[in-house]
Nanobody, 116 residues
């Protein structure tokens, strides 16, 4: 079992920045990747960014150049730095980890609202 606790959501103006944090606990030795997904109202959950334990990353096209995912292995944490936010980024953001069995674990979600 892996437990995830997220923080850092809130309100930002267009062009502004927010940083999301996610701390993992439990069977962290089994984690092979950590990532962030978003789910906008009426839409499916979709991947924004993922970082693998070996360090490689991948990003969805809409966030490339604006969002940066990073990991602190000592704190078992993953972060998402979101810059140049747009109203279209408004969504609930979920932390995700994938473990070596292929199973996914999810955080509780944190709301990001981008509005003037």
């Amino acid at each position: 079992q892996v437990q995830l606790v997220e923080s850092g959501g809130g309100l930002a103006q267009p062009g502004g920045s927010l940083r999301l944090s996610c701390a993992a606990s439990g069977s962290i030795f089994s984690i092979i990747a950590m990532g962030w997904y978003r789910q906008a109202p009426g839409k499916q959950r979709e991947l924004d960014a993922r970082i693998y334990i070996v360090g490689s990353t991948n990003y969805a096209d809409p966030v490339k150049g604006r969002f940066t995912i990073s990991r602190d292995s000592a704190k078992n944490a993953v972060y998402l730095q979101m810059n140049s936010l747009e109203p279209e980024d408004t969504a609930v953001y979920y932390c995700n980890v994938k473990i070596n069995t292929g199973r996914d674990y999810w955080g509780q979600g944190t709301l990001v609202t981008v509005s003037s």
